[in-house]
Nanobody
């Protein structure tokens, strides 16, 4: 079983930046793709970004493309989400996720094997 711990959330004004981190431990599936999802109050959990940690390919939701960047440090078993030009509509709880399979990018909740506990991001207008 893998454990995922997010950090880096907080409060920021519109136009600002935050960087989220996700540290993986336990049975870490070191080559499995990982990603980020978010869930705003009253809404379903939605895909944000994913990365293939062995090849480095990435995938983004249209709403964040060009503003968010996902990256990873395999030596530290950590995935990052750099969020720039934040908007109030980015306000949500952000969840780290690891794919349930080594060849599947986690771009929807059914593709996720394990979730982190979530970290709150609040963007004020």
């Amino acid at each position: 079983q893998v454990q995922l711990v997010e950090s880096g959330g907080g409060f920021v004004q519109a136009g600002g930046s935050l960087r989220l981190s996700c540290a993986a431990s336990g049975r870490t599936f070191s080559t499995y793709p990982m990603g980020w999802f978010r869930q705003a109050p009253g809404k379903e959990r939605e895909f944000v970004a994913a990365i293939n940690r062995s090849g480095g390919s990435t995938h983004y939701a249209a709403s964040v493309k060009g503003r968010f960047t996902i990256s990873n440090d395999n030596a530290k078993n950590t995935v990052y989400l750099q969020m720039n030009s934040l908007k109030p509509e980015d306000t949500a709880v952000y969840y780290c996720a690891v794919s349930r399979a080594s060849i599947v990018m986690p771009v929807s909740p059914p593709m996720v094997g394990s979730w982190g506990q979530g970290t709150q991001v609040t963007v004020s207008s």
